[in-house]
């Protein structure tokens, strides 16, 4: 029986720069883009989110619905520091950690280097160390799998505890909106509606054949997810599954021979990273986002596996051309490769439902 940990913390680049700067508790601190360029919102603090504020939105956007905010361009130094000095308290408690992103990560403390039982105790000692050493809060989870850790740290933001054991797991996922279930996007989601699925309880209630049927082979995780079956191993080293680079421009182009540049730019960019970190790969996606904030990906095989700027470029170039259309501008494009000789297979694991977990809490 595994003791995972989630651990997010809260508003994370916000948060820093209000540590950085104490004039800027209380406001609507908003990190990302300036509103008159064409960035993106990186976080924001809670004060912000009742405007309508939410990460990925476009800074001009977040002006229009929050325009007292005090926007900051994000230190990414200063946050990976920040990082590294969450991660060595992590270590401190077990080294099956894996770091999702700068401010959140998985801990198996099923074994620990402490020797605590109860993991929600080992969720408590970590929040106040990090608390401690950076002066910044974060919100845990704690259950038997991956999935309801990650569900449990959403539960009680901010600077929130919440453990869910397995008796408590169908009776909080079957009252969770679905919106609030990890994995299940904005668009997903609409999808589900329109099935009049709007809980756990009712996408519980929808036999496997159909899940598969409407959501493919993710509608099999989704299926044993909301039953509370997750067997998923916390993964200390992770192999990419793919590479990109991309770029957004500061006006809408719609002039191919000018994208045709900028692709030639974004493909240097790409492989100069793969060939330092020694990856090859073998099917190239060519990611174009419209002036609407619509977007489409294309791909491509390549006979075999390279990192060679000029197969990569004349790939992706053919991709522009093939699905170019001069009625729209174009303002994102991005290039990646997936099928990486870096890549491991999955390995396929049963998946059980524990019988208890007595010694949680």
Not at 155 to 180: M, R, S, T, Y
């Amino acid at each position: 029986m595994r003791k995972i940990i989630h651990i997010d913390m809260d508003a994370y680049y916000a948060a820093i720069e209000i540590r950085e700067n104490p004039a800027l508790k209380g406001k609507c601190v908003i990190v990302g883009g300036s509103p008159n360029s064409r960035g993106v919102v990186s976080t924001c603090s809670y004060e912000a989110r009742p405007f309508g504020v939410r990460s990925g939105m476009a800074s001009s956007q977040a002006w229009r619905l929050c325009p007292q905010g005090v926007f900051i361009f994000p230190n990414f130094k200063l946050y990976k520091e920040v990082s590294e000095q969450i991660r060595e308290v992590f270590q401190r408690y077990t080294d099956l950690i894996e770091p999702m992103s700068l401010d959140e990560a998985y801990l198996d403390v099923t074994e620990n280097k402490i020797d605590e039982q109860y993991a929600t105790t080992i969720a408590h000692r970590i929040k106040q160390e990090i608390l401690q050493t950076t002066r910044l809060t974060c919100s845990a989870g704690v259950s038997y799998n991956k999935f309801l850790a990650k569900i449990g740290s959403e539960l009680n933001k901010p600077d929130g505890l919440a453990v869910i054991p397995p008796q408590k797991a169908q009776e909080i996922l079957f009252n969770l909106p679905i919106e609030k279930f990890y994995g299940i996007g904005k668009v997903t989601a609409a999808r589900m509606k329109k099935l009049d699925i709007n809980t756990g309880k009712e996408l519980h209630d929808l036999p496997m054949k159909e899940m598969i049927r409407h959501f493919g082979k993710t509608g099999l995780f989704y299926y044993y997810v909301v039953r509370g079956i997750d067997n998923r191993e916390v993964i200390t080293e992770r192999n990419p599954k793919s590479i990109s680079c991309e770029d957004t421009f500061d006006r809408d182009i719609d002039d191919l021979t000018e994208l045709l540049e900028l692709l030639k730019q974004v493909v240097s960019r790409l492989t100069n990273r793969m060939q330092r970190k020694q990856i090859n790969g073998q099917s190239v996606i060519l990611k174009l986002k419209y002036d609407n904030f619509e977007y489409i990906t294309r791909t491509q095989n390549i006979p075999y596996l390279t990192n060679d700027p000029d197969q990569i470029y004349r790939t992706a170039e053919l991709l522009l051309i093939q699905n170019w259309d001069k009625n729209r501008k174009i303002r994102l494009l991005g290039v990646g490769l997936n099928k990486l000789d870096t890549e491991i297979d999955d390995q396929a694991e049963q998946l059980v439902i524990p019988l208890s977990f007595d010694d949680l809490m």
